[in-house]
């Protein structure tokens, strides 16, 4: 264990080696810098007191760090800062995986796999992180090169209801709109884990591919390939791949799509081979954009076939899957644990997604959930992640210009607009029918335009020259009491009900069916 004085790091940044690490603090903090595990995990700037745990916890897997979750006193993933009166900071970073920060007198690190690097340093937040994305470029690599493609994805206007036809549709009258990349989303696959074309996509994987290529873009394909649902082949054929706990049980992966979902032991030498084969098909069929998404199933605590720390494996799988795609595929990684995946995609989602609404209340308040998909959320947590930037190309969701299917204000499209400026990622899933006339030509600038960003403050920047001041956004719930905390502990519960879960997952899907059958 070591300890390190103030006076140690008051005027010099250090690197230090141990297992766990105890840095003392000048003055009682007024705020804390707590980053969360995955991408939709929660990044922001707090109080110094606990909040509450997210519910329903059905979706703690696939949400924030399990292992972590109950934890009464504040805490992060690899790293955590605190800011004092004087505006100033002190961080403690990892410079490994496998670790994670604290806050209770002091700033405490612990790693999960012996001794590893730390990263200590006080004074100016914009430096001090600057410098600490500077020390994890060097152990982990730097892969951001040229600018970003432009992207239009599938997922925030359709979800799972796309087909072959309407995607054709799309493609055809998104015209000569400058997208770099048509990315398909989730809804393409025969289930999760089975990751060939459904009955939706009668001419195959491929004629998709070729189709997109014809419109003089990359083709784009969404993919969870580190998790599968109990009703796949992939489970009912190789049990023997997924990921148990010490007693043998299989380790929940979270809930999604109306179903449980399970992890693969991405150790087990078959399912390397699995993973291979797998990359190599899909860039067969002619996709060079891959976002695999829901990664974090690699990474979840349990025991695997090679003994090794949950997250070292996590990033020899990612490794693997890169080598497999080859260096020509532009790689998206998403609800991907952050650091073990850094030097090895182009680019990272850093937050939750993006809706068409802005917050719900029975998310915010009631389940007091950061991470679930609304706008607010995905602002709010992509905003603490931009010191990522010099490191890759940070993904902060999709931006919305139709105003036909959207509940977000005018501004509060503009601010998902002007985020995406600041990232220097743009992308849009809105379709080309949805778009009037004047809403067409603004995405159109926006896909064209490169403004110079500068940050004059912690949530606000310069975009060419307009000002633009995202703080309104960025500050937490306040915490339920009294019959409201009743009534979200009753929410959480039902939330936790795996019947209701499908339920409510039905309806959806009838909802969805409304929406499409609106389209075209
Ligand atoms: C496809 C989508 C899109 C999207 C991804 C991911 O329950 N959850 O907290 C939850 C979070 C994100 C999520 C799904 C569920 O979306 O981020 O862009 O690709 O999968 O299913």
Request: aromatic share 12%.
């Amino acid at each position: 264990m070591t300890s390190l004085q103030f006076s140690d790091i008051q005027t010099k940044s250090q690197i230090i080696k141990a297992k766990e690490i105890h840095v003392e603090l000048p003055s009682q903090p007024v705020k804390y810098y707590r980053h969360g595990w995955q991408s939709w995990s929660l990044a922001a700037w707090t109080d110094p007191s606990p909040i509450p745990v997210p519910k329903p916890a059905i979706f703690h897997p696939l949400q924030l760090d399990a292992e972590h979750v109950h934890k009464k006193y504040l805490h992060g993933s690899w790293l955590g800062a605190v800011e004092f009166a004087d505006g100033n900071i002190l961080l403690l970073g990892a410079l490994a995986t496998d670790a994670n920060v604290s806050l209770q007198d002091q700033l405490s690190g612990r790693s999960e796999a012996g001794e590893v690097e730390w990263f200590i340093a006080f004074g100016k937040e914009n430096s001090v992180f600057e410098e600490y994305a500077a020390a994890l470029g060097i152990r982990f690599g730097e892969t951001k090169k040229n600018i970003a493609p432009r992207v239009w994805c599938s997922w925030y206007s359709l979800y799972t209801a796309i087909d072959e036809q309407t995607l054709y549709k799309i493609f055809d009258d998104l015209g000569d709109l400058p997208f770099d990349v048509l990315q398909v989303d989730d809804g393409w696959q025969m289930d999760i884990g089975d990751w060939e074309a459904n009955a939706k996509f009668p001419s195959g994987m491929k004629t998709l591919a070729d189709k997109i290529k014809s419109t003089g873009r990359r083709a784009g394909l969404w993919l969870a390939p580190l998790i599968a649902t109990k009703s796949s082949k992939l489970f009912r054929e190789h049990p023997d791949w997924f990921l148990r706990n010490e007693a043998g049980k299989f380790v929940s992966a979270g809930f999604n799509w109306g179903e449980r979902l399970y992890a693969l032991d991405t150790t087990h030498p078959d399912v390397t081979s699995w993973l291979v084969a797998l990359m190599k098909q899909v860039r067969a069929w002619g996709f060079d954009y891959l976002k695999l998404d829901f990664l974090f199933g690699g990474a979840l605590k349990g025991k695997r076939f090679k003994d090794m720390p949950r997250e070292a494996a996590y990033r020899e799988c990612l490794k693997t899957m890169r080598e497999a795609m080859g260096a020509d595929a532009f790689f998206l990684t998403c609800g991907t644990p952050i650091l073990p995946a850094l030097g090895l995609c182009d680019a990272m989602r850093i937050g939750p997604d993006v809706a068409h609404f802005w917050e719900k209340y029975r998310d915010a308040y009631l389940l007091y959930n950061p991470t679930i998909p609304g706008t607010k959320n995905a602002i709010r947590t992509t905003l603490h992640r931009l010191w990522l930037k010099p490191l890759l190309h940070i993904d902060p969701d999709v931006a919305y210009f139709e105003s036909k299917a959207n509940h977000l204000t005018h501004e509060q499209r503009l601010l998902l607009q002007n985020l995406a400026y600041v990232c220097e990622f743009k992308a849009t899933s809105d379709l080309p029918q949805w778009l009037g006339k004047e809403e067409r030509s603004q995405l159109d600038c926006f896909l064209n335009l490169n403004p110079k960003i500068e940050q004059t403050g912690r949530y606000t920047f310069r975009i060419d020259d307009c000002t633009v001041d995202f703080a309104s956004v960025t500050p937490l719930p306040d915490v339920p009491t009294g019959l409201t905390a009743l009534w979200g502990r009753l929410v959480g519960w039902l939330g936790d009900r795996y019947l209701l879960l499908r339920m409510y997952k039905i309806l959806n899907l009838a909802k969805l069916r409304k929406r499409k059958s609106n389209i075209l």
